[in-house]
């Protein structure tokens, strides 16, 4: 015999169905929250999603070195894997003059002219040419105007009239500063500070340009002080058609045993 449900049962169906629908939909809101606007609540969220939603980088490079009354300028070529490796093919007056492969762990420097010759070395080494300790992740995110430490390491203050917001953070022995304007979150400069030591690494970001997938930098300068008596390094980068691809080769030969 079939069973006919009251309405007292039809309506508590009903309320159940209802009551589960609107939790749904509460639930969409939330996974859907607005990310568009950055504010001192949701700020870490932001910054998160901003940093991530890439896995292949490459780009042509111009590159302007000036260390103390010298200078030299050359062209590269820029491949990145996130959080893998950083791949960079330097020429000079037309020909390659080196590579660079950054690992987790590893910098390699192939030195093509007068003659091939590899060095490896600890990323350390990477650090000391750069004035303080970097790993590769947060070298990857200083070229993409990124936090170079986790977003929620960092206190929230800002200057509406300016429009730019400020995040502060410390890490183990380095203290990170990072400007921001609000529109776009495009990124004026990062600071970071050895607590140990001098050394200090100034990045300073002029404008950015649309890629296939997310906003970039258009240029970077790397300004690198090791005391306040002796002169500066700095390095100038233009981004010349930056991209995401779907595919990225790093040739590369590491050294051997007996290299």
């Known amino acids: 015999m ?5 309405p007292s049962a039809i309506c508590l ?15 969409k809101q939330i996974v859907s929250e607005d990310l568009s606007i950055i504010t001192a609540d949701n700020y870490v969220k932001v910054l998160q999603a901003k940093a991530s939603g890439w ?3 490459s780009s042509k490079l111009k590159v302007e070195y000036i260390d103390g ?5 050359a062209n590269a070529s820029l491949r990145m894997k996130r959080d893998s490796l950083i791949w960079m093919s330097v020429s000079v007056l037309g020909f390659e003059a080196a590579r660079v492969l950054i690992t987790q762990d ?7 002219m007068p003659q091939k010759h590899i060095e490896a070395n600890s990323i350390d080494v990477l650090g000391n040419y750069i004035g303080t300790s970097v790993s590769l992740t947060q070298l990857q995110n200083l070229l993409l105007g990124n936090t170079i430490l986790e977003p929620r390491q960092y206190r929230w203050s800002d200057s509406p009239d300016e429009g730019i917001f400020y995040l502060k953070g410390r890490k183990d022995s380095i203290e990170v500063t990072h400007r921001y304007y609000f529109k776009n979150i495009v990124p004026i400069d990062a600071v970071i500070r050895s607590l140990t030591v001098y050394n200090k690494a100034t990045i300073t970001y002029q404008g950015t340009q649309k890629t296939n997938l997310k906003d970039v930098p258009a240029k970077c300068s790397f300004k690198i002080e090791y005391s306040p008596e002796s002169q500066p390094i700095s390095v100038n980068i233009d981004f010349q058609s930056p991209e995401f691809p779907n595919n990225l080769t790093f040739p590369f030969s590491k ?3 007996n290299e």
């Open 2 to 6: 079939r069973n006919i449900l009251k």
């Open 13 to 27: 169906v009903f309320a159940v169905v209802a009551i589960s629908w609107s939790a749904c939909k509460n639930r």
């Open 55 to 57: 896995t292949l980088f």
């Open 69 to 73: 009354g010298s200078s030299m300028t």
């Open 106 to 112: 590893s910098f390699f420097i192939m030195q093509k």
């Open 255 to 257: 050294p051997t045993n």
